[in-house]
């Protein structure tokens, strides 16, 4: 799935060690759609994404999300999970089509009547 915003908060980096002794890392932020009625929506990299897509507030970008659920001790937590994000690039308007310019044509008699 892909969402476009701009970034509104950038949470501070968190990072640790699992209990299988591997290094992991997440960096969580906040984006602002550009909708009629604009909702914010917090979504995390993780791992080496963290350095591969660095985001800064006030980025306009584009994200390659997951949505996934999970259910811990009866009660249900939602992750969106970004793995592709890309600055956005401004999409000008296009250019106007050129007008037709009219030459006058020389006078003639070849009318029918």
């Known amino acids: ?3 476009k915003g701009k970034v ?4 501070p980096q968190q990072s640790g060690t699992s209990a299988a002794g591997n290094q992991w ?3 969580e932020f906040v984006i602002e759609t550009q909708e009629q009625f604009p909702k914010k929506i ?12 660095p985001v800064a507030v ?12 999970r259910e811990y ?3 249900w ?7 592709k994000v890309e ?9 106007p089509a050129p007008m037709p310019t009219f030459e006058p044509q020389p006078e003639s008699d070849d009318l029918p009547f």
Do not use: H
């Open 77 to 83: 937590y939602t992750n969106i999970n970004a793995w």
């Open 42 to 53: 917090c979504m995390t990299l993780f791992g080496d994404r963290v350095d591969q897509y």
């Open 25 to 27: 890392k997440k960096q």
């Open 87 to 95: 600055k956005a690039t401004a999409q000008s308007a296009p250019a």
């Open 58 to 69: 006030n980025d306009e970008i584009v994200a390659n999300i997951d949505i996934e659920s």
């Open 1 to 3: 799935m892909e969402i």
């Open 73 to 75: 001790n009866g009660r």
């Open 8 to 11: 509104v908060v950038v949470l």
